[in-house]
T-cell receptor
Framework: DTEVTQTPKHLVMGMTNKKSLKCEQH?????MYWYKQKAKKPPELMFV???????INESVPSRFSPECPNSSLLNLHLHALQPEDSALYLC?????????????FGSGTRLTVV | AQKVTQAQTEISVVEKEDVTLDCVYE???????LFWYKQPPSGELVFLIR??????QNEISGRYSWNFQKSTSSFNFTITASQVVDSAVYFC??????????????FGKGTLLTVNP
């Protein structure tokens, strides 16, 4: 497998809901990432996991809670989101310390907060 | 600090035209890499090419070609005989320095290419 799978593809949630985004890869990559992308903007890094441990949090609000239960899975738990959190959420993976070899991105989850 | 500039925000062409997307980069590293990604309307970022600073050979892959010039700090991307399926946002990207703990990719702002039939 040379892909990153994200579910769901689309999600609509209310501001009081709790939901989770899921990401899975089977390339043996031990670095996994969450990116947020607003319309007509490049992706912005949110979190980085390296060997299943959180290594970077780009000052993301606590209503976003990442989790890496094992080397293949990455979750993003969402709670009490705001309408401005509506965006495309992209998961990516790479080899640790060897990002020069490239990052593989999933197709994303389009999140709408109402 | 690394920086990638894509001065073209939007480009519109008619099918079969050739089109070049510009990318200018800034880095203090002597060893560095550059990528191009394609993002179609579906949202997935598709990896197109990786180039390192030691290899200035131009590369061709089908209708795609890349011109890497260290003298002008540019890594331009040309699509020959464009097709409607080439319509997408294209990002020029540079990864963090090899071996560093900073995993942050540096993206250009992207160029929206629209190919009209």
């Amino acid at each position: 497998d040379t892909e990153v799978t994200q579910t769901p593809k689309h999600l609509v949630m209310g501001m009081t809901n709790k939901k989770s985004l899921k990401c899975e890869q089977h390339m043996g990559h031990r670095a996994m990432y969450w990116y947020k992308q607003k319309a007509k903007k490049p992706p912005e890094l949110m979190f980085v996991y390296s060997y299943e441990k959180l290594s970077i949090n780009e000052s993301v609000p606590s209503r976003f809670s990442p989790e890496c239960p094992n080397s293949s899975l990455l979750n993003l738990h969402l709670h009490a989101l705001q309408p401005e959190d509506s965006a495309l959420y992209l998961c990516a993976s790479s080899q640790v310390g060897r990002g020069n070899y490239g990052y593989t991105f999933g197709s994303g989850t389009r999140l709408t907060v109402v | 600090a690394q920086k990638v500039t894509q001065a073209q925000t939007e480009i519109s062409v008619v099918e079969k035209e050739d089109v070049t997307l510009d990318c200018v980069y800034e880095t203090r590293d002597t060893t560095y890499y550059l990528f191009w990604y394609k993002q179609p309307p579906s949202g997935e970022l598709v990896f197109l090419i990786r180039r390192n600073s030691f290899d200035e050979q131009n590369e061709i892959s089908g209708r795609y070609s890349w011109n890497f010039q260290k003298s002008t700090s540019s890594f331009n991307f040309t699509i020959t005989a464009s097709q409607v399926v080439d319509s997408a946002v294209y990002f020029c990207v540079t990864p963090p320095q090899s071996g560093g703990s900073n995993y942050k990719l540096t993206f250009g702002k992207g160029t929206l290419l629209t190919v009209n039939p």
